[in-house]
């Protein structure tokens, strides 16, 4: 089975930064696309950005694009979430997504693992 297990979540001012880490077990971690989902209060689950099998290609939404940065390390079997310039509508809960096919795309539809979740909350 697939686990996947988070950090780096907490309280921030806005301005600041945070760094999300997702640490992957339980397949072959190179081989599948990564991503982050968050949730806000009351709203529906958003698509943050998502990021290949190799990390050559990269997709962000548009309301985090040029502020957040994903990146993996597959050594390590790790993805991180690099935030800045936070905003207090960046407040969610944070997920991380694994893909279900081998060297697929990270489109929103092949996200089908998911980690616990963490909380980021920008305070204004």
């Known amino acids: 089975q697939v686990q996947l297990v988070e950090s780096g979540g907490g309280l921030v001012q806005a301005g600041g930064s945070l760094r999300l880490s997702c640490a992957a077990s339980?397949?072959?971690?190179?081989?599948?696309?990564m991503g982050w989902f968050r949730q806000a209060p009351g709203k529906e689950r958003e698509f943050v950005v998502g990021?290949?099998?190799?990390?050559?290609?990269?997709y962000y939404a548009d309301s985090v694009k040029g502020r957040f940065t994903i990146s993996r390390d597959n050594a390590k079997n790790t993805v991180y979430l690099q935030m800045n310039s936070l905003k207090p509508e960046d407040t969610a809960v944070y997920y991380c997504?694994?893909?279900?096919?081998?060297?697929?795309?990270?489109?929103?539809?092949?996200?089908?693992?998911w980690g616990q979740g963490t909380q980021v909350t920008v305070s204004s």
């Open positions: 339980g397949r072959t971690f190179s081989a599948y696309a």
């Open positions: 997504a694994g893909g279900k096919r081998r060297f697929n795309a990270p489109v929103v539809d092949d996200f089908g693992y």
């Open positions: 990021i290949n099998w190799s990390g050559g290609s990269t």
